[in-house]
Protein backbone atom coordinates (compact mmCIF):
# COMPACT_ATOMS: atom_id res chain seq x y z
CA UNK A 1 0.00 0.00 0.00
CA UNK A 2 0.96 3.45 -0.83
CA UNK A 3 2.11 6.02 1.70
CA UNK A 4 -1.00 8.56 1.26
CA UNK A 5 -3.16 5.82 0.44
CA UNK A 6 -2.57 3.96 3.86
CA UNK A 7 -2.95 7.70 5.74
CA UNK A 8 -6.15 8.57 4.06
CA UNK A 9 -7.23 4.96 4.79
CA UNK A 10 -6.91 5.23 8.29
CA UNK A 11 -9.85 7.50 8.86
CA UNK A 12 -12.75 4.89 7.58
CA UNK A 13 -10.61 1.99 9.74
CA UNK A 14 -10.65 3.79 12.71
CA UNK A 15 -13.60 2.97 15.02
CA UNK A 16 -15.69 5.57 17.21
CA UNK A 17 -13.87 4.68 20.14
CA UNK A 18 -10.62 5.27 18.81
CA UNK A 19 -11.39 8.27 16.93
CA UNK A 20 -11.04 10.14 20.13
CA UNK A 21 -7.74 9.92 20.56
CA UNK A 22 -7.08 10.19 17.08
CA UNK A 23 -8.91 12.76 16.02
CA UNK A 24 -6.44 14.61 14.02
CA UNK A 25 -6.23 11.65 11.87
CA UNK A 26 -7.95 12.01 8.43
CA UNK A 27 -11.72 11.31 9.46
CA UNK A 28 -14.52 10.30 7.33
CA UNK A 29 -17.88 12.83 7.44
CA UNK A 30 -19.99 11.67 10.28
CA UNK A 31 -23.08 9.57 9.15
CA UNK A 32 -26.51 11.34 8.20
CA UNK A 33 -27.90 9.94 11.54
CA UNK A 34 -25.33 11.28 13.95
CA UNK A 35 -26.22 15.12 14.60
CA UNK A 36 -23.73 17.48 13.95
CA UNK A 37 -23.14 20.10 16.88
CA UNK A 38 -23.03 23.81 15.07
CA UNK A 39 -19.43 25.07 14.38
CA UNK A 40 -18.44 27.04 16.98
CA UNK A 41 -16.78 30.86 16.08
CA UNK A 42 -14.32 31.90 18.45
CA UNK A 43 -12.75 35.86 18.17
CA UNK A 44 -8.42 35.25 18.91
CA UNK A 45 -7.47 38.41 18.34
CA UNK A 46 -8.51 41.89 16.55
CA UNK A 47 -8.84 39.99 12.85
CA UNK A 48 -8.92 36.92 13.43
CA UNK A 49 -10.95 34.05 14.40
CA UNK A 50 -10.80 30.18 14.75
CA UNK A 51 -14.23 28.01 13.89
CA UNK A 52 -14.21 24.81 15.79
CA UNK A 53 -15.75 21.52 15.28
CA UNK A 54 -16.49 19.03 12.26
CA UNK A 55 -13.42 18.07 11.67
CA UNK A 56 -9.54 20.38 12.04
CA UNK A 57 -10.01 23.89 13.17
CA UNK A 58 -10.19 26.72 10.48
CA UNK A 59 -8.63 29.65 11.19
CA UNK A 60 -10.16 33.36 9.67
CA UNK A 61 -8.01 36.07 9.02
CA UNK A 62 -10.07 39.18 7.91
CA UNK A 63 -8.52 41.96 5.68
CA UNK A 64 -9.70 45.13 3.99
CA UNK A 65 -9.89 43.35 1.00
CA UNK A 66 -10.88 39.94 1.88
CA UNK A 67 -11.11 36.85 3.91
CA UNK A 68 -7.73 34.32 4.45
CA UNK A 69 -9.13 31.19 5.37
CA UNK A 70 -6.70 28.04 6.86
CA UNK A 71 -7.96 24.35 6.37
CA UNK A 72 -11.74 23.87 5.21
CA UNK A 73 -12.66 20.56 8.18
CA UNK A 74 -14.48 17.72 7.09
CA UNK A 75 -16.05 17.06 3.64
CA UNK A 76 -19.42 17.81 2.68
CA UNK A 77 -21.74 20.37 1.42
CA UNK A 78 -23.58 21.35 4.97
CA UNK A 79 -20.22 21.63 6.37
CA UNK A 80 -18.71 24.14 3.45
CA UNK A 81 -21.86 25.95 3.68
CA UNK A 82 -22.14 26.35 7.50
CA UNK A 83 -18.42 27.78 7.55
CA UNK A 84 -18.91 30.24 4.62
CA UNK A 85 -22.18 31.41 5.97
CA UNK A 86 -20.18 31.73 9.88
CA UNK A 87 -17.47 33.95 7.83
CA UNK A 88 -20.07 36.56 6.38
CA UNK A 89 -21.24 37.02 10.12
CA UNK A 90 -17.84 37.76 10.82
CA UNK A 91 -17.35 39.99 7.91
CA UNK A 92 -19.02 40.69 4.36
CA UNK A 93 -15.32 40.39 2.16
CA UNK A 94 -15.12 37.85 0.25
CA UNK A 95 -13.13 34.22 1.02
CA UNK A 96 -9.98 34.56 -1.37
CA UNK A 97 -7.20 32.54 -0.16
CA UNK A 98 -7.87 29.17 1.69
CA UNK A 99 -4.41 27.50 2.94
CA UNK A 100 -4.10 23.66 3.90
CA UNK A 101 -1.92 22.88 6.86
CA UNK A 102 -1.62 19.79 5.49
CA UNK A 103 -3.43 16.28 3.50
CA UNK A 104 -5.67 14.96 5.71
CA UNK A 105 -9.41 15.00 4.89
CA UNK A 106 -10.15 16.47 8.40
CA UNK A 107 -8.25 19.75 6.88
CA UNK A 108 -8.83 19.66 3.36
CA UNK A 109 -12.10 17.82 3.19
CA UNK A 110 -13.79 20.89 1.23
CA UNK A 111 -11.00 22.52 -0.87
CA UNK A 112 -12.73 21.83 -4.12
CA UNK A 113 -15.85 23.67 -2.77
CA UNK A 114 -13.86 26.39 -2.52
CA UNK A 115 -11.84 26.08 -5.46
CA UNK A 116 -15.74 26.14 -7.26
CA UNK A 117 -16.43 29.14 -5.76
CA UNK A 118 -13.05 30.98 -6.86
CA UNK A 119 -10.83 30.47 -4.10
CA UNK A 120 -7.36 30.00 -4.08
CA UNK A 121 -5.94 27.04 -2.64
CA UNK A 122 -2.47 27.17 -1.30
CA UNK A 123 -0.83 23.69 -0.14
CA UNK A 124 2.63 22.56 -0.47
CA UNK A 125 3.81 21.10 -3.16
CA UNK A 126 3.78 17.27 -1.80
CA UNK A 127 -0.10 17.52 -1.20
CA UNK A 128 -1.05 16.65 -4.54
CA UNK A 129 1.68 14.22 -5.30
CA UNK A 130 0.30 12.10 -2.43
CA UNK A 131 -3.31 12.75 -3.34
CA UNK A 132 -2.41 11.04 -6.57
CA UNK A 133 -1.91 8.04 -4.53
CA UNK A 134 -5.02 7.38 -3.28
CA UNK A 135 -7.81 4.94 -3.74
CA UNK A 136 -11.01 4.75 -1.85
CA UNK A 137 -10.92 2.09 0.96
CA UNK A 138 -12.94 -1.10 0.56
CA UNK A 139 -15.36 -0.20 3.20
CA UNK A 140 -16.26 3.14 1.71
CA UNK A 141 -15.56 2.65 -1.70
CA UNK A 142 -17.36 6.04 -2.68
CA UNK A 143 -15.09 7.96 -0.73
CA UNK A 144 -13.06 10.57 -2.97
CA UNK A 145 -9.79 12.07 -2.26
CA UNK A 146 -9.80 15.93 -1.43
CA UNK A 147 -9.11 17.98 -4.36
CA UNK A 148 -5.80 19.49 -4.13
CA UNK A 149 -4.28 22.65 -4.02
CA UNK A 150 -4.51 24.68 -7.27
CA UNK A 151 -1.26 26.80 -6.17
CA UNK A 152 1.54 25.55 -4.68
CA UNK A 153 4.71 26.16 -2.83
CA UNK A 154 7.96 24.16 -2.09
CA UNK A 155 9.40 26.26 1.05
CA UNK A 156 7.84 29.63 1.75
CA UNK A 157 5.03 31.29 0.22
CA UNK A 158 3.65 34.63 0.85
CA UNK A 159 0.03 35.98 0.52
CA UNK A 160 -0.54 39.70 0.79
CA UNK A 161 -3.91 40.82 1.28
CA UNK A 162 -5.48 44.16 2.16
CA UNK A 163 -2.23 45.10 3.32
CA UNK A 164 -1.36 42.45 5.32
CA UNK A 165 0.90 39.05 5.47
CA UNK A 166 0.75 35.71 5.79
CA UNK A 167 3.69 34.14 5.45
CA UNK A 168 3.53 30.16 4.89
CA UNK A 169 6.39 27.93 5.59
CA UNK A 170 7.06 24.46 5.41
CA UNK A 171 9.67 23.82 7.91
CA UNK A 172 10.05 20.19 7.27
CA UNK A 173 8.44 16.69 7.43
CA UNK A 174 6.32 16.70 10.56
CA UNK A 175 2.93 15.43 10.60
CA UNK A 176 2.92 14.65 7.09
CA UNK A 177 5.77 15.83 4.37
CA UNK A 178 3.23 18.55 3.19
CA UNK A 179 2.81 20.35 6.72
CA UNK A 180 2.27 24.18 6.25
CA UNK A 181 2.87 26.30 9.33
CA UNK A 182 0.82 29.53 9.12
CA UNK A 183 2.15 32.84 10.54
CA UNK A 184 0.46 36.49 10.75
CA UNK A 185 3.17 38.69 11.68
CA UNK A 186 1.13 41.23 11.60
CA UNK A 187 -1.13 39.53 14.81
CA UNK A 188 1.77 37.44 16.07
CA UNK A 189 -0.35 34.38 15.68
CA UNK A 190 0.40 31.24 13.98
CA UNK A 191 -2.02 28.22 12.45
CA UNK A 192 -0.56 25.05 13.27
CA UNK A 193 -2.32 22.37 11.17
CA UNK A 194 -1.75 19.15 13.06
CA UNK A 195 2.19 20.08 14.12
CA UNK A 196 0.21 21.07 17.35
CA UNK A 197 -2.73 19.82 18.86
CA UNK A 198 -4.50 19.62 22.45
CA UNK A 199 -5.00 16.08 21.64
CA UNK A 200 -2.75 12.88 21.33
CA UNK A 201 -0.94 13.46 18.58
CA UNK A 202 0.12 11.10 15.78
CA UNK A 203 2.94 11.66 13.19
CA UNK A 204 1.60 9.95 9.80
CA UNK A 205 4.36 7.91 8.66
CA UNK A 206 2.67 6.45 5.94
CA UNK A 207 2.46 10.05 4.76
CA UNK A 208 5.74 10.84 4.89
CA UNK A 209 5.77 12.40 8.63
CA UNK A 210 8.59 12.33 10.94
CA UNK A 211 8.51 13.08 14.48
CA UNK A 212 12.40 14.75 13.99
CA UNK A 213 11.19 16.59 11.38
CA UNK A 214 8.33 17.65 13.44
CA UNK A 215 10.86 19.04 16.40
CA UNK A 216 12.43 20.80 14.19
CA UNK A 217 9.47 22.40 12.84
CA UNK A 218 8.28 23.64 15.98
CA UNK A 219 12.05 24.77 17.31
CA UNK A 220 11.66 27.02 13.86
CA UNK A 221 8.06 28.41 14.85
CA UNK A 222 8.89 28.54 18.39
CA UNK A 223 11.87 31.40 16.77
CA UNK A 224 9.54 33.42 15.40
CA UNK A 225 7.46 36.30 17.48
CA UNK A 226 4.21 35.61 18.08
CA UNK A 227 2.08 34.64 21.32
CA UNK A 228 -0.87 32.73 20.30
CA UNK A 229 -1.15 29.27 18.27
CA UNK A 230 -4.32 27.99 16.72
CA UNK A 231 -4.29 24.25 16.84
CA UNK A 232 -5.15 21.72 14.66
CA UNK A 233 -7.60 20.34 17.19
CA UNK A 234 -8.71 21.80 20.47
CA UNK A 235 -11.09 24.51 21.09
CA UNK A 236 -8.74 27.47 22.41
CA UNK A 237 -5.63 28.93 21.05
CA UNK A 238 -2.57 27.57 22.53
CA UNK A 239 0.61 29.74 24.07
CA UNK A 240 3.99 29.17 23.32
CA UNK A 241 4.57 27.64 26.34
CA UNK A 242 2.11 25.23 25.56
CA UNK A 243 3.66 24.14 22.57
CA UNK A 244 7.25 24.02 24.04
CA UNK A 245 5.79 21.94 26.55
CA UNK A 246 4.00 19.73 23.25
CA UNK A 247 7.22 20.24 21.75
CA UNK A 248 9.31 18.57 24.82
CA UNK A 249 6.36 15.75 25.59
CA UNK A 250 6.85 14.64 21.71
CA UNK A 251 11.01 14.45 22.18
CA UNK A 252 10.89 12.70 25.50
CA UNK A 253 8.57 10.38 23.73
CA UNK A 254 11.04 9.62 20.59
CA UNK A 255 14.00 9.74 23.30
CA UNK A 256 12.27 6.80 25.10
CA UNK A 257 11.58 4.62 21.72
CA UNK A 258 15.34 4.82 20.90
CA UNK A 259 16.46 4.17 24.46
CA UNK A 260 13.70 0.60 23.89
CA UNK A 261 15.02 -0.29 20.82
CA UNK A 262 18.71 0.19 21.69
CA UNK A 263 17.88 -2.09 25.02
CA UNK A 264 16.65 -4.70 22.42
CA UNK A 265 12.93 -3.97 22.03
CA UNK A 266 11.70 -5.96 18.65
CA UNK A 267 8.98 -3.82 16.49
CA UNK A 268 5.94 -5.62 18.15
CA UNK A 269 7.31 -5.17 21.43
CA UNK A 270 8.34 -1.37 20.69
CA UNK A 271 5.23 0.64 21.82
CA UNK A 272 4.34 -1.28 24.64
CA UNK A 273 8.03 -0.49 25.83
CA UNK A 274 7.40 3.02 25.54
CA UNK A 275 6.74 4.45 29.15
CA UNK A 276 4.02 7.38 27.79
CA UNK A 277 1.70 7.63 30.86
CA UNK A 278 3.09 10.67 31.66
CA UNK A 279 3.24 11.92 27.96
CA UNK A 280 -0.35 11.25 26.30
CA UNK A 281 -3.10 8.18 26.44
CA UNK A 282 -2.26 6.95 23.48
CA UNK A 283 -4.48 3.93 21.91
CA UNK A 284 -1.64 0.46 21.54
CA UNK A 285 -4.26 -0.23 18.45
CA UNK A 286 -2.97 2.91 16.44
CA UNK A 287 0.63 1.80 16.07
CA UNK A 288 0.56 -0.72 13.46
CA UNK A 289 1.15 -1.04 9.65
CA UNK A 290 3.08 2.25 8.27
CA UNK A 291 3.08 4.05 11.31
CA UNK A 292 5.00 1.25 13.41
CA UNK A 293 7.08 0.77 10.71
CA UNK A 294 7.89 4.16 10.52
CA UNK A 295 8.47 4.88 14.43
CA UNK A 296 10.76 1.86 14.65
CA UNK A 297 12.96 3.23 11.75
CA UNK A 298 12.81 6.66 13.45
CA UNK A 299 13.62 4.51 16.85
CA UNK A 300 17.01 3.11 15.08
CA UNK A 301 15.20 -0.32 14.50
CA UNK A 302 16.41 -2.23 11.68
ZN1 LIG B 1 -3.76 15.46 10.39
Same mark, same amino acid.
Given at each position: ? +? =?????? =??????????? !?????????????????????????? &????????????????????????? #???? &????? /????????????????? /?????????????????????????????????????????????? @?????????????? /??????????????? !?? $????????????? @? +???????????????????????????? %? %?? #??????????????? $?????? +? !??? +???? #???????????????? $??????????????? @????????????????????????
Amino acid at each position: M +K =LAVRSL =LAAALISASAS !AALAQTPATPPAASAPRPPLVVKPVK &PGLFMIVGAGGNTTVRVTDDGIVLV #DSKN &PGQPI /YDEIVADVHTISPKPIK /YLVDTHIHADHTGNNGRFEAAGVKVVGQQNIPTELAKFVPPANNPT @LQAPAAPNVTYDKT /YEIKLGGKTVKLNHF !AN $GHTNGDTVVYFPG @L +KVVSMGDELVAVTPNCDYGGGGSITGWL %S %SL #DQTLKLDWDMAIPGH $GDNPLT +K !ADM +KAFR #DKWATFLDRAKAAVKA $GATKDRLVAAIKTDD @LWTFNPNAWTGARLDGLYAEAGGK
